[in-house]
């Protein structure tokens, strides 16, 4: 009970609640959060959005400053604004991420092309292979973005996807060069690389294609997975094309150097062997190619290079092992293992924290809802948005049916209870508008409710063409399931009752998505994988092969989706 003799249902707003021991009626003894809700009015004008944005920036501000004078309290705030704003700031807040992450992708470049051999190292062609894939990228993006391209936040991935198909053929045209016989003429090099990963390449290229294409084609319900993968074609297209054609050119040059004997970095001739036994220790190390002049045309001068050393005299002679095979098995098997736990317990939803930047208010926000306010639903606004007979008996049993197992804010019971306290008639349309006009509405304790109801004059006769209430439902821990079970009711009621309806609230956005992302995208990948597996299957030889690949790939799908549902637990 509040003033003016007005009662409200409050459970929802209040959070970490304690009752009093041993309290017959449920007494709140002390509660650890409040969350309390403004309604702005809103005439549809473009002022009016005006003004209710500037409200709300000053209500943020004056909130910040409310912070800092009381430590003490936590307050947290969000505003029909709030997701606008922070998806918009998505791209800010993550660019230092971006490019630390684009530093150490550099870095791994530089050391991966990297020999002690001065002369076989390709250190700038690293550097240059990340340069292209971002040019490449880029140049989607611009692509995308001239032809009317939406953007949103899942846009952030696509570097990191991209990024990864195009270093793959980088190094393996940079792999497939140095697998070839230094004794042919140059131009024999150049074909061989390129015969040597086009295929593979080519083929890999394709299968990435073929799986983002099947999620931006019109099967694909969920619009920002179809602009991901629309962007996502584009980028490997032209990853396809840059790396063939401008890396592949840097690719030339370099090797041109190499065949000249010109130093990888600083572009010198590079001495004897007789002037290099002249000279300092530093100064071998830094012109040396690394080999003596007896060895140095062995058949794989690459044989010094540090990964291949430790696969071929470590790795190789530690996983051949007769001892350790069992232990490789077993290592197998308890991977296997908590994958697939991780998959039995996957519980699906778009989650608010996870579309938005970690540091963004919204998160913030949602994170302290979710922890103190997460046993009861969202307020669901529910409209009737047609005349209806509201003193008609089983328009009444039939408006109880719908709302049944909800906690309401509603004008319509709050009537009912005046009307039968009060001893009043309102059998007719007359009577009933006549007592809620002039009786109910004028009482200071249910003056709130006129903005719920809209009564129209046509002539001298009195309509409520349209009215509204607020429900609650009380939920347990997986609160997101329940609400999106709540909205598959409510939905088809409002198509085959006789009361035509709507509910909304501002995270449906966020439910409908859980309730569209099941089925279509999971048939949608399994369509995928088996055109992918039959496109293998006339790769692979060899019948066991191509058993061992399906094993393969689908372990490693399956510890993706179980490993990853396990850390977010």
Request: proline fraction near 3%; charge should be negative.
């Amino acid at each position: 009970s509040i003033q003016n003799g007005r009662q409200s249902f409050i459970g929802h707003q209040l959070g970490g609640v304690a009752e009093v021991p041993n309290s017959k009626d449920q007494r709140v003894k002390s509660a650890r959060a409040i969350q309390m809700t403004y309604y702005l009015q809103n005439y549809g004008s473009v002022t009016q959005d005006h003004i209710n944005e500037q409200w709300e920036n000053e209500f943020c501000t004056l909130i910040h400053q409310l912070q800092e004078e009381h430590p003490d309290i936590q307050l947290y705030s969000m505003t029909s604004f709030s997701l606008l704003r922070d998806f918009q700031k998505t791209i800010e807040l993550s660019r230092s991420k971006i490019v630390v992450s684009l530093m150490l992708v550099l870095l791994a470049a530089t050391l991966s092309s990297s020999m002690k051999d001065c002369l076989r190292s390709k250190p700038f062609l690293g550097l240059l292979g990340v340069l292209t894939i971002c040019i490449s990228s880029v140049t989607a993006a611009g692509i995308f973005f001239v032809t009317n391209g939406k953007y949103n936040s899942t846009l952030l991935g696509i570097p990191f996807f991209a990024m990864g198909h195009g270093t793959k053929g980088v190094f393996e045209l940079l792999s497939g060069w140095r697998r070839t016989r230094e004794s042919l003429p140059f131009k024999d090099r150049v074909a061989d690389a390129y015969s040597d990963v086009m295929v593979s390449y080519t083929m890999t290229s394709s299968l990435y294609i073929i799986t983002f294409g099947m999620g931006a084609s019109p099967f694909t319900n969920i619009e920002a997975v179809k602009i991901f993968c629309q962007n996502m074609c584009i980028t490997i297209v032209l990853n396809y094309f840059y790396v063939f054609s401008f890396y592949g050119s840097c690719l030339v040059f370099a090797g041109q150097l190499e065949q000249n004997r010109y130093h990888s970095i600083f572009c010198c001739k590079i001495p004897s062997e007789e002037y290099l036994d002249r000279q300092p220790i530093w100064f071998q190390t830094m012109m040396s190619d690394g080999h003596q002049h007896s060895t140095h045309h062995e058949p794989d001068p690459y044989e010094n290079h540090f990964i291949h050393h430790f696969l071929r005299e470590h790795y190789n002679d530690w996983i051949t092992n007769t001892y350790v095979k069992p232990f490789v098995v077993i290592l197998y098997l308890i991977y296997a293992s908590f994958s697939f736990m991780g998959c039995l317990q996957i519980s699906g939803g778009s989650n608010i924290i996870n579309l938005l930047a970690s540091d963004s208010p919204s998160v913030s926000y949602a994170f302290i809802q979710q922890k103190y306010f997460s046993n009861y639903s969202p307020v669901i606004g529910f409209y009737i948005y047609e005349p209806l007979e509201y003193w008609n008996a089983t328009v009444q049993e039939d408006l109880k049916t719908i709302t049944h197992g909800f906690n309401t804010e509603s004008w319509i019971e709050q009537f009912y209870q005046f009307l039968k306290v009060g001893n009043i008639s309102a059998s007719n349309k007359t009577d009933f508008i006549n007592v809620l006009q002039n009786v109910f509405l004028r009482k200071p304790e249910f003056q709130h409710f006129r903005n719920d109801i809209i009564i129209s004059r046509s002539g001298d006769e009195l309509n409520i063409i349209a009215s509204r209430m607020y429900l609650v439902a009380r939920t347990s821990e997986n609160t997101q399931w329940e609400v999106v079970e709540l909205l598959e009711k409510l939905r088809p009621l409002s198509l085959i009752q006789s009361i035509k309806f709507i509910v909304f609230n501002p995270t449906f956005v966020f439910m409908d998505h859980y309730g569209l992302a099941v089925t279509m995208p999971v048939i949608i990948s399994g369509f995928s994988i088996l055109l992918v597996l039959i496109l293998t299957f006339f790769l692979v030889i060899h019948p066991l092969g191509n058993f061992w690949l399906i094993i393969t790939v689908t372990s490693i799908e399956l510890g993706g989706v179980g490993f990853n549902d396990i850390m977010e637990r």
